[in-house]
C-alpha cells in the first residue's frame, strides 16, 4: 500500500482526500463490525457515513469543519447505539473520533503547498520506520516485555529499536529538505514512542472484545486499523506540535 499512499501524499489534492476518505471508510467498517461481534446494523451504517463525512469535509472545508463533523457524528452514532441498545456505544462512538479526527488533521497538515506534502511523507516514514525497527530488533534482541497484559510480543527492545530507526528516518528527512537535523531526529524518536503506545491502544481494544485482527482485509496482515493504528496516534501529535511551533520541518 506504501507507493499508493506516498503518490497521493506528493499530488495531493484531490487524491489524497479521497484515499484518505476511503481509508475512514474501511476502518471505521472495521470498528463498527469490531465493537457489534461481526455485524453492523444502522448504528454501523452511520459510523462510517460519519468518518467519510468528516474527511470530506476536511478535504473541501477545511479542517474546523471536519472536526465539527466528527463530533456531531459521534453524537449521533451514541445515540443511535443506545437507542438500539449496543452494549459497547461508548467504545463505538469514541472509535469514530479515534479515526475521524486524525483523517482530518493529516489533510490539515497537508495543505501547504510547499512543506505539506514533505510532512506528510516524513510522517509517513517515521511511522514504518518505527514498525520495521521495533519488528526486527524486538525479535532479534528479545528481552522484558513492554505491556504484556496488553500486546505480550511487544518488548523494550523493539520499543528502543522503532525509536531509533525513527531517528534515521529524521535524520534523512533532514538531508532532504535541507533543514536542522537535531530537532527533527529527536521529534522523530519521540513520535516513535508515540507510534507504539498507538498501537498498545489498539491492542487494548482488540483484547476487551476478544479477536486478533480487526478484520482480514490483508491476508496475513490483519485489517487496515491493524496497520494505521500508530498513525492514527502519531498524527494528532504532530498537529499539535505544529499548532505549538510551527512546521517540524522548519524548526531550527
Not at 138 to 146: E, M, S
Request: contains cysteine; charged residues 10%.
Amino acid at each position: 500500500m506504501a507507493p499508493v499512499a506516498i503518490a497521493a501524499a506528493w499530488f495531493g489534492s484531490p487524491w489524497l482526500g479521497m484515499l484518505t476518505a476511503l481509508a475512514a471508510a474501511v476502518m471505521a467498517w472495521e470498528w463498527a463490525r469490531l465493537c457489534r461481534g461481526g455485524s453492523l446494523g444502522v448504528s454501523g451504517i452511520v459510523l462510517i457515513l460519519a468518518a467519510v463525512a468528516a474527511a470530506v469535509a476536511a478535504a473541501l472545508a477545511g479542517a474546523g469543519i471536519g472536526i465539527a463533523v466528527a463530533v456531531i457524528g459521534a453524537a449521533i452514532v451514541f445515540t443511535i447505539a443506545r437507542h438500539n441498545r449496543v452494549s459497547e456505544r461508548r467504545w463505538f462512538a469514541l472509535g469514530l473520533l479515534w479515526i475521524a479526527i486524525p483523517c482530518v488533521l493529516l489533510l490539515w497538515l497537508a495543505q501547504p503547498r510547499e512543506i505539506g506534502p514533505r510532512t506528510v511523507l516524513w510522517i509517513f516514514a517515521v511511522v514504518w520506520a518505527t514498525d520495521i525497527g521495533a519488528y526486527l530488533i524486538g525479535r532479534q534482541v528479545g528481552g522484558p516485555r513492554l505491556a504484556p497484559r496488553w500486546s505480550p510480543r511487544k518488548t523494550w527492545a523493539g520499543m528502543i529499536g522503532g525509536a531509533g530507526c525513527a531517528a534515521l528516518a529524521g535524520w534523512g528527512t533532514a538531508r532532504l529538505v535541507d533543514t536542522s537535523a537535531l530537532p527533527l531526529v529527536l521529534v522523530s524518536a519521540g513520535l516513535a514512542i508515540v507510534e507504539q503506545f498507538g498501537d498498545l491502544a489498539e491492542s487494548v481494544a482488540k483484547r476487551r472484545f476478544g479477536v486478533k485482527d480487526t478484520s482480514g482485509l490483508i491476508p496475513g496482515h490483519g485489517g487496515l486499523l491493524d496497520r494505521l493504528d500508530g498513525l492514527l496516534a502519531v498524527i494528532p501529535a504532530v498537529a499539535l506540535l505544529t499548532l505549538i511551533g510551527g512546521s517540524v520541518l522548519t524548526w531550527r
